[in-house]
């Protein structure tokens, strides 16, 4: 609910000054720090169905901010790779993320900002993790079991 209405407040802001709403700026993103990643890649990466992630990566390549290169050891396969414009449209956007992200935390103390984004990291790593993913399966089998 946090990231949701966040995103709603910043996302006019984006679209005018950048010219891209934040999942494309996302997805900008990803591109800029894994150059030559597939579409599949950034479908898993950012959380997308593909044919939204398909949707996001054709803003790219239309506004020239990225561009497919064929795979230098499968001709089938290409990577996505950050333009020259791209890397200039992420940059605006990273500068207003951060100026987002002051707003966002301006009523916490510094040290209670730090808290907050090491507690999002833990449990970040925690539901990426192969436990947690044998825990709710556990979990839910044990509880379909009860509700048998």
């Known amino acids: 609910m946090l990231a949701n209405a966040t995103i709603r407040s910043f996302e006019d802001g984006f679209v005018e000054i950048v010219g891209l709403d934040i ?10 720090d894994n150059p030559g990643i597939t579409f599949a890649e950034i479908a898993v990466l950012g959380a ?7 949707r996001l990566i054709q803003t790219l390549v239309r506004q020239d901010l990225v561009e497919r290169r064929n795979d230098p050891n499968d001709a089938r ?3 996505l790779h950050i333009t020259p414009i791209g890397q200039e449209t992420r940059r605006r956007a990273d ?3 951060d100026l987002g992200l002051e707003i966002l935390f301006q ?3 510094p040290a209670e900002a730090a808290a907050f984004v090491r507690t999002l990291g833990k449990l970040a790593d925690w539901i990426d993790s192969d436990e947690f993913e044998r825990k709710i399966r556990q979990t839910y089998a044990d509880a379909s079991e009860r509700l048998k």
């Open 95 to 97: 500068m207003l993320s």
């Open 77 to 79: 396969r290409f990577g």
């Open 23 to 32: 999942r494309t700026i996302r997805v900008l993103r990803l591109i800029g």
């Open 48 to 54: 997308l169905e593909r044919s939204l992630a398909s």
């Open 107 to 109: 009523k916490l103390d």
